[in-house]
T-cell receptor
Framework: NAGVTQTPKFQVLKTGQSMTLQCAQD?????MYWYRQDPGMGLRLIYY???????DKGEVPNGYNVSRLNKREFSLRLESAAPSQTSVYFC?????????????FGSGTRLTVV | KQEVTQIPAALSVPEGENLVLNCSFT??????LQWFRQDPGKGLTSLLL?????REQTSGRLNASLDKSSGRSTLYIAASQPGDSATYLC??????????FGPGTRLSVLP
């Protein structure tokens, strides 16, 4: 019962470098989400995918891109990392887009940009 | 725009106490509300999900209530234990909307 799996767990990047955060779920969920968590700011939605083949911006999408590779996988890409993107990133999934369904979270990726 | 607040921001209690965590939201037209627990350096673990048609949900020593009209939910923890120490977050979901998260309450239960 893996649930939502995120890789890597930790990453240090230099300013300007690029990287992709991976997320996969094995619950046959339709919707997937990327959040960032910063001290004093709570969880903020970056991008979401309501269903396979669709993606939409959340509250803080600037500097990020996403790909819904298939129903299981939803990746987050930083094209040119900035220190302001230092954060903990969480992927989540739910059965459907409607808030009738609860969210299941991955364990997070702790990213530091120096 | 939905806004979610949680009071208190931090709470420290001796083991065995019953305690209440509060969550308030500005738009009462919600579909459901979910309570999560987050341990330091870890992800979020779902505790309880309350649909808008429900008034409360229970799981073991946890009881969550929902009052849509007043824009409030409470999480009641009975007979607290040191293992309950964590940050507790509430998330509010509107119709066809993503969840909006509160900032959390950091709970410390002292032995």
């Amino acid at each position: 019962n893996a649930g939502v799996t995120q890789t890597p767990k930790f990453q240090v990047l230099k300013t300007g470098q690029s990287m992709t955060l991976q997320c996969a779920q094995d619950m046959n969920h339709n919707s997937m989400y990327w959040y960032r968590q910063d001290p004093g700011m709570g969880l903020r939605l970056i991008y979401y995918s309501a269903s396979e083949g669709t993606t939409d911006k959340g509250e803080v999408p600037n500097g990020y891109n996403v790909s819904r590779l298939n129903k299981r996988e939803f990746s987050l890409r930083l094209e040119s990392a900035a220190p302001s993107q230092t954060s903990v990133y969480f992927c989540a999934s739910s059965e459907g887009r409607s808030a009738a369904y609860g969210y299941t979270f991955g364990s997070g990726t702790r990213l530091t940009v120096v | 725009k939905q806004e979610v607040t949680q009071i208190p921001a931090a709470l420290s209690v001796p083991e065995g106490e019953n305690l209440v965590l509060n969550c308030s939201f500005t738009d009462s037209a919600i579909y459901n509300l979910q309570w999560f627990r987050q341990d330091p350096g870890k992800g979020l673990t779902s505790l309880l999900l309350i649909q808008s048609s429900q008034r409360e949900q229970t799981s073991g020593r946890l009881n969550a209530s929902l009052d849509k009209s007043s824009g409030r939910s409470t999480l009641y923890i009975a007979a607290s234990q040191p293992g309950d120490s964590a940050t507790y977050l509430c998330a509010v979901g509107g119709y066809g909307q993503n969840f909006v998260f509160g900032p959390g309450t950091r709970l410390s239960v002292l032995p």
